[in-house]
């Protein structure tokens, strides 16, 4: 990368590469954003309604646990069963 010719050979190159990517990017870019407004009208206009989880004894359930940091990849399934719900909506598990 000492010549100036071949600067100017790697530099026409990725410009032809640029040329012909950006575009289909762009495009790209333009749907997800149309798919997100759509969206984000569907759930801010009122029709939107969650799913409400009910919970009974006997169920087994998944224990989330937050990683110690974001460098922990570790996961463990810690699954459990519900031994009792509490008038708060508290599982005992």
């Avoid at 600067?7 to 149309?34: C, D, G, H, Y």
């Avoid at 224990?63 to 599982?91: E, F, G, H, Y």
Wanted: with cysteine; net charge positive; hydrophobic share 40%.
């Amino acid at each position: 990368m000492d010549s100036p010719t071949t600067w100017v050979r790697v530099m026409v190159e990725k410009a032809t590469i640029f040329r012909k990517v950006m575009p289909m990017a762009m495009e790209n870019l333009s749907i997800a954003q149309q798919q997100d407004t759509l969206w984000y009208a569907h759930t801010r206009g009122g029709s939107y309604k969650p799913k409400v989880r009910q919970f009974d004894v006997g169920d087994f359930v998944y224990l989330q646990q937050q990683p110690n940091d974001t460098l922990d990849t570790s996961s463990d399934c810690t699954i459990l069963r519900i031994k009792a719900i509490r008038p708060s909506s508290v599982l005992e598990l």
